[in-house]
């Protein structure tokens, strides 16, 4: 036996040996309530009390009140109540849940901050504010559905879950923006929030289980768009970061689309020669790791885009229709030699390329396995 | 999960108590626990055993003790070894343990002796994998199949590998290699 056949057996012993002793999900649920509740005594579970607020008391009161005064100074103390019962009910709606009177206050309080933010940097920081209410939010509409719940109480959770996202593209564009424009020591500080907030939000939704995976991957995407900002600005020399915490930040992110792979053909979102295919720029990427971690990140990047592509598609890896008149004709008029011959009938292609299927590729691979294993 | 990560959380753990933080650890670390403690245990139900056991003795070992960890994957997999040797030993598989009663998670230091009992694995392996699974329970010095089932049986990486291990990355490596030509040469006796 060859030792590439050798490691390629330990590798499907390995493959085979984690199938069968995987945790389910049950049994990560029924051994976290186990150790919760041996470790429970060595906490006090902090109750929050819900505080109701001085002003919308104040308010209650005021509005209960009959006013017999002079015109100006009623019209002064209406001013008043106004600017005051404005300030309460904001206040008061601070915890509020879609579906509440309050809620829209809330929403709309948070669009005035918004709009009168006076910098990219500071709306960047709001939609994060925002995104962690809305996360807060999130966790504790999906606690109450129950096979009681209507389609409007779920219509509800992925309304609050589309906020987050929403929120989440505007932090990431922002800090795209901010990449470009600003100096290194704003965007370090700018990165650190973000990488701080999207840890406070992973935690949060992540309570939610599953249902929280569009989320979750918005969230990953942002750490992505902030990591790739600071390995290019550290190569740079713009930064002076610890390369060792970097390059362990980079491994994370390989071994995070590793992982998503495998759950992608366990879940048989994709088959294993699209696995395959991804895992080259997986493998592509761990190389990388030692020369430079853009280039690494990058192969990173190209192998989530395909995970993305593949698991989306509707028609997964065999062939779609393309119907593009103007290319169509640009490829058969090459063809035929400029003759005019045109053909508007719709190109079938295939969306593995054919080379792929072909022996050349398969040497072609294995050549790379080889070149590869040796490095291990 | 990084190590700034790491640290965040067992800061929370030492200086709240937070269980939520701990959560975050024990579904990090527990499929990976269960992977090196099922192939040592007869049965599925032992192994869910101790790997809870793992995590509760953590959980302790965190709130009262104030040293900074390094590298928790290192300690996760010492109290893993630590209550395996001691489920040897209660299993009267062993004849001596030093310092049974009182282990140290500073300083392990146990030896197995009979290593290669019949202890049956409790994973249904297909046919296929148990002749490389034979030839890799007769791999000696331990340390080479030590390392080659770290790497392709619990997937750890070679930083991860250097951690428990104690040794530099490049030494990992270079272990990897050896084990694995020295497991080619059984395999072709």
Same mark, same amino acid.
């Given at each position: 036996?060859?030792?590439?056949?050798?490691?390629?057996?330990?590798?499907?012993?390995?493959?085979?040996?984690?199938?069968?002793?995987?945790?389910?999900?049950?049994?990560?649920?029924?051994?976290?309530?186990?150790?919760?509740?041996?470790?429970?005594?060595?906490?006090?579970?902090?109750?929050?009390?819900?505080?109701?607020?001085?002003?919308?008391?104040?308010?209650?009161?005021?509005?209960?009140?009959?006013?017999?005064?002079?015109?100006?100074?009623?019209?002064?103390?209406?001013?008043?109540?106004?600017?005051?019962?404005?300030?309460?009910?904001?206040?008061?709606?601070?915890?509020?849940?879609?579906?509440?009177?309050?809620?829209?206050?809330?929403?709309?309080?948070?669009?005035?901050?918004?709009?009168?933010?006076?910098?990219?940097?500071?709306?960047?920081?709001?939609?994060?504010?925002?995104?962690?209410?809305?996360?807060?939010?999130?966790?504790?509409?999906?606690?109450?559905?129950?096979?009681?719940?209507?389609?409007?109480?779920?219509?509800?959770?992925?309304?609050?879950?589309?906020?987050?996202?929403?929120?989440?593209?505007?932090?990431?564009?922002?800090?795209?923006?901010?990449?470009?424009?600003?100096?290194?020591?704003?965007?370090?500080?700018?990165?650190?929030?973000?990488?701080?907030?999207?840890?406070?939000?992973?935690?949060?939704?992540?309570?939610?289980?599953?249902?929280?995976?569009?989320?979750?991957?918005?969230?990953?995407?942002?750490?992505?768009?902030?990591?790739?900002?600071?390995?290019?600005?550290?190569?740079?020399? =713009?930064?002076?970061? @610890?390369?060792?915490?970097?390059? $362990?930040? %980079? #491994? &994370? +992110?390989?071994?995070?689309?590793?992982?998503? *792979?495998?759950?992608?053909?366990?879940?048989?979102?994709?088959?294993?020669?699209?696995?395959?295919?991804?895992?080259?720029?997986?493998?592509?990427?761990?190389?990388?790791?030692?020369?430079?971690?853009?280039?690494?990140?990058?192969?990173?990047?190209?192998?989530?885009?395909?995970?993305? =592509?593949?698991?989306? @598609?509707?028609?997964?890896?065999? $062939?779609? %229709? #393309? &119907? +593009?008149?103007?290319?169509?004709?640009?490829? *058969?008029?090459?063809?035929?030699?400029?003759?005019?011959?045109?053909?508007?009938?719709?190109?079938?292609?295939?969306?593995?390329?054919?080379?792929?299927?072909?022996?050349?590729?398969?040497?072609?691979?294995?050549?790379?396995?080889?070149?590869?294993?040796?490095?291990? | 999960?990084?190590?700034?990560?790491?640290?965040?959380?067992?800061?929370?753990?030492?200086?709240?108590?937070?269980?939520?933080?701990?959560?975050?650890?024990?579904?990090?670390?527990?499929?990976?626990?269960?992977?090196?403690?099922?192939?040592?245990?007869?049965?599925?139900?032992?192994?869910?055993?101790?790997?809870?056991?793992?995590?509760?003795?953590?959980?302790?070992?965190?709130?009262?003790?104030?040293?900074?960890?390094?590298?928790?994957?290192?300690?996760?997999?010492?109290?893993?070894?630590?209550?395996?040797?001691?489920?040897?030993?209660?299993?009267?598989?062993?004849?001596?343990?030093?310092?049974?009663?009182?282990?140290?998670?500073?300083?392990?230091?146990?030896?197995?002796?009979?290593?290669?009992?019949?202890?049956?694995?409790?994973?249904?392996?297909?046919?296929?994998?148990?002749?490389?699974?034979?030839?890799?329970?007769?791999?000696?010095?331990?340390?080479?199949?030590?390392?080659?089932?770290?790497?392709?049986?619990?997937?750890?990486?070679?930083?991860?590998?250097?951690?428990?291990?104690?040794?530099?990355?490049?030494?990992?490596?270079?272990?990897?290699?050896?084990?694995?030509?020295?497991?080619?040469?059984?395999?072709?006796?």
């Amino acid at each position: 036996m060859t030792e590439k056949e050798l490691i390629k057996n330990l590798k499907s012993y390995g493959k085979e040996f984690r199938n069968q002793t995987k945790i389910s999900e049950d049994q990560k649920k029924a051994g976290w309530d186990y150790i919760y509740s041996k470790i429970q005594e060595d906490f006090d579970v902090v109750q929050e009390k819900v505080k109701t607020s001085f002003f919308v008391r104040l308010a209650e009161n005021i509005a209960a009140q009959r006013l017999m005064l002079k015109p100006v100074a009623t019209f002064s103390l209406v001013l008043v109540l106004f600017v005051v019962f404005s300030f309460a009910t904001v206040n008061a709606s601070n915890n509020t849940l879609p579906g509440n009177p309050l809620y829209n206050f809330k929403i709309a309080a948070e669009k005035t901050r918004y709009i009168l933010a006076f910098s990219e940097e500071s709306r960047a920081k709001m939609s994060l504010d925002i995104a962690k209410r809305r996360a807060n939010e999130f966790t504790a509409l999906i606690s109450r559905i129950d096979s009681s719940s209507t389609q409007e109480n779920h219509n509800t959770v992925t309304y609050v879950s589309d906020q987050i996202k929403n929120h989440l593209t505007d932090v990431k564009d922002k800090f795209s923006k901010m990449n470009s424009e600003k100096n290194s020591k704003d965007v370090l500080a700018m990165a650190k929030v973000i990488n701080n907030d999207m840890d406070d939000i992973t935690e949060e939704v992540s309570k939610a289980g599953g249902g929280a995976k569009d989320v979750l991957d918005e969230v990953d995407d942002i750490k992505m768009v902030v990591l790739a900002v600071l390995v290019e600005r550290q190569e740079a020399g =713009d930064l002076n970061l @610890s390369k060792e915490e970097l390059e $362990e930040e %980079v #491994v &994370e +992110q390989i071994a995070k689309i590793s992982g998503e *792979v495998d759950q992608a053909v366990y879940e048989e979102d994709i088959n294993e020669e699209q696995a395959g295919l991804i895992s080259e720029n997986v493998q592509a990427a761990e190389v990388l790791v030692g020369e430079s971690l853009s280039e690494s990140l990058a192969k990173v990047k190209e192998a989530k885009g395909l995970l993305n =592509d593949i698991s989306k @598609s509707e028609v997964k890896g065999v $062939e779609i %229709v #393309v &119907e +593009q008149e103007d290319m169509l004709e640009e490829v *058969v008029e090459e063809e035929n030699g400029s003759e005019g011959v045109t053909s508007t009938e719709p190109v079938v292609q295939s969306a593995v390329d054919p080379f792929f299927a072909s022996e050349a590729w398969e040497l072609e691979q294995e050549e790379k396995v080889e070149e590869f294993e040796i490095k291990i | 999960m990084t190590k700034m990560k790491e640290k965040k959380l067992v800061d929370k753990v030492r200086r709240k108590k937070d269980p939520e933080a701990f959560k975050i650890l024990y579904d990090t670390f527990q499929q990976k626990v269960y992977h090196k403690i099922v192939r040592r245990v007869p049965s599925t139900e032992e192994a869910e055993d101790l790997k809870q056991e793992v995590f509760l003795k953590l959980w302790n070992y965190i709130i009262s003790n104030d040293r900074e960890i390094e590298y928790l994957s290192a300690l996760i997999y010492k109290i893993a070894q630590n209550l395996i040797a001691e489920y040897y030993v209660n299993q009267g598989l062993v004849k001596t343990f030093k310092d049974k009663d009182k282990i140290d998670l500073d300083e392990v230091a146990w030896k197995i002796e009979d290593k290669k009992e019949n202890i049956e694995y409790a994973v249904n392996l297909k046919m296929e994998f148990r002749e490389l699974k034979i030839n890799l329970d007769k791999l000696e010095p331990e340390e080479y199949r030590q390392v080659i089932e770290l790497r392709f049986l619990e997937e750890l990486s070679h930083r991860e590998i250097s951690e428990i291990l104690d040794k530099p990355e490049g030494s990992v490596r270079v272990l990897l290699h050896r084990a694995i030509k020295k497991l080619q040469s059984i395999m072709d006796i």
